[in-house]
């Protein structure tokens, strides 16, 4: 990992909320751990009044759940949808965008999108170590090299989202930082 540096630790200076929790994230299963998120927020704020900045959320992605920080044009060059069985709610197709940023209002996943929860004060985090494997086997199949191929999924990410060098140490570490963990993998 130290060679896909330097890394933006900034992330972990940012959790300054007396309700903080990570949310370990590791399957896409129709935004499921994303919808764990919206509860905790809407628990925090309805049952308790708490609301940002005094309650933040760090969603810790990898695995499938990678989709989820990559922009629309990344998820149709490469076909996201197909590949990883996800179907549009305005098509019920493929999907050929991330359906887990900025949906219309009244889609099932508004409240819970990547776009809504930053809002709320979720912090998104993305393992290297996926990162590295989306960057193999993308450049594998289109015959690029890693090196541009890496720079083209970082270009193709969402805003806000840090990529650090291993989920299980950043899981760790905000841990470390005063927040609860919770499995919300699908």
């Keep these: 990992a130290s060679k896909d540096g330097p890394w933006d630790n900034s992330w972990l200076d940012q959790l300054t909320a007396k309700h903080k929790q990570v949310f370990d994230i590791s399957s896409y299963e129709d935004g499921g751990g994303l919808f764990y998120a919206k509860n905790w927020f809407n628990a925090h704020r309805d049952g308790y009044g708490h609301v940002y900045p005094d309650v933040q959320a760090v969603m810790g992605i990898h695995g499938t759940a990678l989709v989820v920080v990559f922009s629309d044009a990344i998820w149709e060059k490469y ?14 197709a493929a999907a050929v965008r991330n359906v887990m940023w900025q949906p219309r209002e009244g889609e099932e996943m508004y409240e819970y999108s990547v776009n809504a929860l930053q809002g709320r004060g979720a912090k998104f985090i993305f393992c290297n170590n996926v990162l590295r494997f989306l960057t193999r086997t993308l450049a594998r199949e289109t015959g690029v090299s890693p090196g541009a191929m890496r720079t083209e999924l970082i270009a193709g990410m969402v805003p806000n989202v840090t990529v650090v060098p291993a989920m299980v140490a950043a899981l760790g570490l905000a841990q470390e930082r005063g927040c609860s963990y919770v499995y919300a993998g699908g």
């Design 79 to 92: 076909h996201f949808g197909k590949r990883y069985k996800i179907k549009d709610p305005r098509t019920r």
